[in-house]
């Protein structure tokens, strides 16, 4: 009888021991790994941050200008090439007699106003020497070069503050 | 021994209850001690070892970090990135200190071999060795292999856009506490205690939003390089300012210095010139002169004032630039910057009533704003009516140019004074705090004389196609030697656009501008803020009008009528 209960006793003891044992260790375990992965986590944000901070260093303004001027034959974008839907002309209707209704549209315009033909004089007059990209095509000879924007017409986009890589290239 | 055999014969071969007892007496003393052993693992188990946690996360993480600060559109201004410092413990010993010194010296030819040796013989318990050390760096002291030398992580400000916001956002010192600037603002938030205790680590902190915009500021700061160059003028500063808000959205004083680079904090270019600088205004104060005036029935747009002759004052005497030796009404004095003019505008409101306006628009005090470097205003003694003359034409009242641009803005914005500030903030949130200093007609008539300044007076050259701009020139004189100078001149341009709508207000402001025909603001600050508002503007999302009317219809026709 007492020696049942003695082999009860003991063998209660060494379970117990077992499994203290063994959740202390998986508990040691389970904090490593929390710990480790919270470093990972720490080591990820500050790899972020540092990549962060360099394309801050890349995407200055600053730089972004230089760049600009070296490589790029830009100029920034004048005032007169941002405009509104409500200043385009108004849409030529196509039927059966093209060039009759190409005369009314410019008769409701107005009769002697003649929006594009305008539009393409005040380029002539107003930069007849200088590069007309606004894109990021390259000139091949920026002094000599024909003055590309001459038959392309400006393109009212009707926004403002996208030519943001035109403002930032001086010429 | 023979005892304890006897004793273990008589267990063996004794019975009875005495012995029972004594066996249930052991088994229970054992067990009591085995109860206590075990209780006492369990409590182990159960509560978790710092210790454990220590050793797995980085012990060299030495972080003391700060916010990121964004402009407002969410670009980096200001940030951290970790970097390693390279210590000893000399306490504990580094070995033969010579053979430390010359082995260290192999990795960082640069090191200073006295100061090193004196760092390692010493018998401190922590010496910094040097800062910002490469991967390959750490590898190679890591072969060297010399005792209780070992490196730390250490968190490192950095600015990106480097001398684009310098005075703004101030700086750091090598402990990463704020010196000047947004960087000490954020500091006196708490930030330098929240360090001390220990809790300001990782990245827990929300980035700073600025109400600056990086696209603004560099457009600026190009243009006033440009503008510098070509005026050759010893320095230059601009500012723009969103008159619905106070907001700044860019400030730029040049010289300027990378808050990168530690630097001596009494050097010129750490000058904040808008905010620390005073300066005597000039003509520009002539808004604030016939604002008042017209604000108080003293005067309207039709009042006439006599400008044929110099004005004296004892040894003193007034004088036009521009003269026109007539009757001048107030749009004329306005558009010709009479002095004279300007002068008795002041004189018929009268002594008190001019300070009393001028200490309304916050011209008389010190103007707080984040950034803690500010100047007190240099107002005059005594106030008399020769005082009251100058000043209306912005000679005899130094002021914080960031001052000036505030009460401008109060002119045009529909009349609030709104303080300025450096965060974003909201039209609403502008409104709770916006004081009410002039009346709505004022400002509409204030809109129509500084656009009709433009059209037709000293400011032509700041007009910019589109975009209806309006503003006033100043040009004044600076005191050397306690006496105004004729070839030391200050000259201001306050542009505002589009003027019937106010949205901003740029403020160039040039310091002796050198190029000789161009010393006058209507010649160098006018075009420059011109330039200025022709690049922020389609930034800004202003859109370009082509059919603007003049000036004249900028009023209603009742107050036409009514002048």
């Known amino acids: 009888m007492l020696r049942g209960l003695n082999l009860i006793a003991v063998g209660g003891l060494v379970a117990a021991a077992v499994v203290v044992y063994d959740v202390k260790y998986s508990a040691t375990y389970e904090a490593q790994k929390v710990a480790r992965l919270n470093n990972e986590i720490n080591q990820e944000r500050e790899k972020i941050a540092a990549l962060k901070a360099e394309w801050s260093v890349l995407s200055s303004p600053d730089r972004i200008q230089r760049l600009a001027t070296k490589y790029l034959g830009m100029k920034p974008l004048p005032l007169s090439h941002i ?10 209707q196509i039927s059966g007699d093209p060039i009759g209704d190409i005369i009314n549209s410019l008769d409701r315009n107005g009769g002697e106003h003649d929006p594009i033909g305008r539009i393409i004089e005040k380029l002539e007059s107003a930069h007849q020497d200088e590069p007309e990209t606004t894109g990021s095509i390259k000139p091949q000879e920026p002094a000599e070069a024909e003055p590309i924007g001459e038959t392309e017409l400006p393109e009212p986009t009707g926004t403002i503050g996208g030519g943001e890589e035109e403002q930032d290239s001086q010429q | 021994m023979k005892r304890l055999l006897a004793s273990l014969r008589s267990f063996r071969f004794t019975e009875g209850g005495v012995s029972r007892q004594r066996i249930a007496l052991l088994v229970l003393a054992f067990a009591a001690v085995h109860l206590v052993i075990a209780g006492r693992l369990v409590l182990i188990g159960m509560k978790s070892d710092p210790q454990v946690a220590r050793r797995v996360t980085n012990p060299d993480m030495l972080t003391s970090t700060r916010p990121d600060i964004l402009d407002r559109e969410g670009k980096q201004l200001a940030t951290d990135i970790q970097s390693a410092m390279l210590y000893a413990e000399p306490k504990k010993g580094v070995g033969y200190v010579d053979d430390a010194v010359d082995q260290l010296r192999t990795v960082f030819p640069d090191l200073d071999e006295r100061e090193l040796r004196e760092k390692l013989s010493s018998k401190k318990g922590f010496v910094r060795l040097r800062r910002e050390i490469t991967a390959e760096q750490q590898h190679e002291v890591r072969k060297l292999g010399i005792p209780h030398v070992g490196f730390l992580q250490e968190s490192k400000r950095v600015y990106p856009a480097a001398n684009e916001a310098s005075h703004v956002l101030g700086g750091v010192n090598v402990d990463s506490a704020g010196i000047a600037g947004i960087e ?26 600025l109400a600056l915009d990086l696209d603004v500021q560099h457009a600026m700061r190009d243009e006033l390089l440009k503008a510098q160059g070509e005026y050759q003028a010893k320095s230059m500063s601009g500012m723009v300012l969103d008159v619905r808000t106070g907001e700044i959205l860019s400030m730029v004083s040049l010289p300027d210095y990378d808050p990168n680079k530690p630097g001596n904090p009494a050097d010129l270019s750490r000058l904040n010139r808008l905010t620390t600088g005073v300066y005597e205004m000039g003509s520009t104060f002539k808004a604030l002169t016939v604002a008042m005036a017209l604000d108080s029935g ?5 009042s006439r004032f006599d400008a044929t002759a110099p004005l004296h004052y004892g040894r003193f005497t007034i004088t036009d630039f521009h003269a026109q030796r007539r009757v001048l009404t107030v749009p004329e004095v306005f558009t010709y910057s009479s002095n004279i003019g300007a002068a008795k505008i002041a004189l018929a409101v009268g002594v008190d009533g001019h300070k009393a306006f001028l200490k309304k628009m916050g011209q008389l005090d010190r103007l707080r704003t984040e950034l803690p470097e500010s100047a ?15 000043i209306s034409f912005g000679h005899g009242l130094a002021v914080a140019p960031l001052q000036a641009v505030m009460a401008t803005a109060a002119l045009v914005n529909g009349g609030l004074l709104i303080p300025p500030t450096f965060l ?3 039209q609403a949130e502008a409104e709770k705090i916006a004081k009410r200093v002039i009346k709505p007609e004022t400002s509409d008539k204030m809109r129509y004389l500084l656009r009709l300044n433009v059209e037709k007076g000293t400011a032509k050259r700041a007009e910019v196609e589109g975009y209806y701009v309006g503003g006033k020139t100043g040009t004044s004189e600076k005191v050397v030697h306690g006496r105004y100078s004729h070839e030391k001149l200050l000259t201001v341009f306050t542009g505002v656009f589009p003027c019937d709508a106010p949205q901003y207000l740029v403020l160039v402001m040039i310091d002796e501008p050198k190029n000789r025909g161009h010393s006058t603001a209507g010649l160098n600050a006018a075009p420059t803020t011109g330039q200025i508002i022709a690049r922020i503007g389609p930034l800004l999302g202003v859109e370009p009008r082509h059919d603007l009317p003049p000036a004249d219809q900028l009023l209603t026709v009742s107050q036409r009528v009514a002048n």
Do not use: C, Y
């Open chain 2, 376 to 390: 007190m205003p240099l107002v005059p003694k005594s106030w008399g009516e020769i005082n009251t003359a100058t």
């Open chain 2, 184 to 209: 000490k603002w954020i500091d006196s938030g708490g930030l330098a205690d929240l360090h001390l205790a220990g809790f300001a680590t990782g990245r827990s902190l929300s980035p700073v939003q």
């Open chain 1, 83 to 92: 405009g509104n839907f409500a200043s385009l002309p108004e849409r030529i």
């Open chain 2, 424 to 426: 974003k903030r909201s």
């Open chain 2, 298 to 302: 003293k005067a309207t747009l039709a």
